[in-house]
């Protein structure tokens, strides 16, 4: 498994010059800086390109941009209204210029309006690092009391209620302020950023759609992708949700194993695939995250490796998390990690094309620790060093796992 390093583009605090000390040998970023529905020019994705190719990988070769990290999708198209067509014409011409360029891992999400959440970006940990966590009953009180979702209190138990009643009245308002601000923008990877009126118009939009609707206009427009896919030689990994439940009533439909079993019935395309993210899809305890990769592993198209921290369970506001060490028992990535390495073995010896047969890997959201506290506007789940560390545990631990195949042959 090949290791890959997230790059959020030139304002990005990590400089593509350092990117191979982590060991990592490829790359994978975005034209985040242009909104949902932009047409990528050849000369952008070129000039980014080149941007890349002009620094070596942690092999000493030139450092490639293989992997599409988030291309942001038109609510139009989520929504199925307006320009979706257009929009949906314009991703796939998108798509097919990034695979005339070599960008043929193309990763999406199908996440509504509020994309990967957190409500602490720097939780203190006791050796003094930092991480980003999730409180699920902070999220209640921002539906409540902060949007005032029309309706929301249908979706709580009294318990719950008066729970987010007491945190909501314990708040001040700097911190009910900045909960507002994290919810409603965008974290560092996330495709959708909304003034307070556009939030909340789409908020109802969404809320009026329905869960099935809304899982409707995905396939439509994930079959479209891979049909464009199909001609030019690509893959995609679609995300989980994160967290995998409902949030303020919008639709979730990429939380579970059943959810992609559905995905891949509707769309079967061997294009069609899973951006398989431990993280997410563990947030929850009741997926099973080695029963998912083994049942989906012909899906696997690339990986996200890490570990979440349960804390509480607030029954139907769900619970509440923190990034543990991404060699923590909080989750077995070993097993994963053994799992996906098989599959790559398995794909080889089957005779797969050489874009198949690799299972690209990345840490993801890891701690900050020694000079990443220092820093005071670095990407949140993102600083260097903390990343840099989890990257370097999970390729000792890929390193292992293939010594230990070829100890056994």
Known sequence: MRSSWRWFGPSDPMPLSRVGQTGAVMLETSLSDLPAGATWTDALIAERRQMVEAHRNAEGQTLRWEVLGGIP????????????????????????????????????????????ARTELTRPLPTGAETVAYDALDVTVFDLFLIRRAAAEADYSPRVLAAA?????????????????????????????????????????????????????LYDFIGAVCDVLETEGGLLGVHPDDP???????????????????????VPSATNGILFCSGALGASPKNDLVKIASVLRGRVHYAHLRAVEHLEDHAEAGWSFQEAEHLSDKADLFALARLLVDEEHARRGAGEGAL??????RADHGQHILGDLDVQDGNPGYAPIGMTKATAELRGMLHAIERMRGDAA
């Not at 320009?83 to 999400?109: F, P, S, W």
């Not at 996330?190 to 969404?206: C, E, I, N, Q, V």
């Not at 198949?356 to 890997?361: S, V």
């Open 73 to 116: 999708i038109h609510d139009d198209i989520k929504l199925g209204r307006g320009d979706a067509r257009r929009y949906i014409g314009t991703m796939q011409e998108n798509v097919r210029r990034l695979c005339g360029q070599g960008v043929r891992r193309i990763l999406i999400n199908a996440m509504p309006l509020i994309d990967w």
């Open 165 to 217: 009643k007491d945190r909501y009245d314990t708040m001040d308002d700097a911190r009910r302020t900045e909960l507002k601000s994290m919810l409603t923008t965008s974290l560092p990877g996330g495709d959708s950023r909304h003034d307070r009126s556009a939030f909340g118009a789409l908020l109802a939009d969404y809320n009026r759609l329905g869960r099935a609707e809304y899982r409707a206009h």
């Open 244 to 266: 995998p439940w409902q949030i303020c009533g919008l639709p979730r439909i990429m939380s579970c194993l059943e959810d992609y079993q559905s995905l891949f019935d509707a």
């Open 356 to 361: 198949r047969c690799d299972i690209p890997f």
